[in-house]
Nanobody
Framework: QVQLVESGGGLVQPGGSLRLSCAASGIISSSNAMGWYRQAPGKQRELVARILTGGSTNYADSVKGRFTISRDIPKNTVYLQMNSLKPEDTAVYYC???????WGQGTQVTVSS
């Protein structure tokens, strides 16, 4: 059974940075493609970034150049480094395991002065 636990959210001023972590259990390295999604109030959940089993990555246009997804395979942890944060990045951020469809509980990110 895949379990995902996110952490690292919080309140940050515009232009600031945060790093989100997603610790996974119950997955194997050959099926470790993971994604970060976010959902703002009144909006649909959207893909932010994804890292595939071979290590290739892709990003939403709105975060390209500002966010970086990475992973630590021995730790089964995926990270989302978020720089130059904007108020429109405010949302609950969720980690997703692509193969199983499992979701974490989410972590709130608020960008405000």
């Amino acid at each position: 059974q895949v379990q995902l636990v996110e952490s690292g959210g919080g309140l940050v001023q515009p232009g600031g940075s945060l790093r989100l972590s997603c610790a996974a259990s119950g997955i194997i390295s050959s099926s470790n493609a993971m994604g970060w999604y976010r959902q703002a109030p009144g909006k649909q959940r959207e893909l932010v970034a994804r890292i595939l089993t071979g290590g290739s990555t892709n990003y939403a246009d709105s975060v390209k150049g500002r966010f970086t997804i990475s992973r630590d395979i021995p730790k089964n942890t995926v990270y989302l480094q978020m720089n130059s944060l904007k108020p429109e990045d405010t949302a609950v951020y969720y980690c997703n395991h692509l193969l199983s469809g499992a979701w974490g509980q989410g972590t709130q990110v608020t960008v405000s002065s």
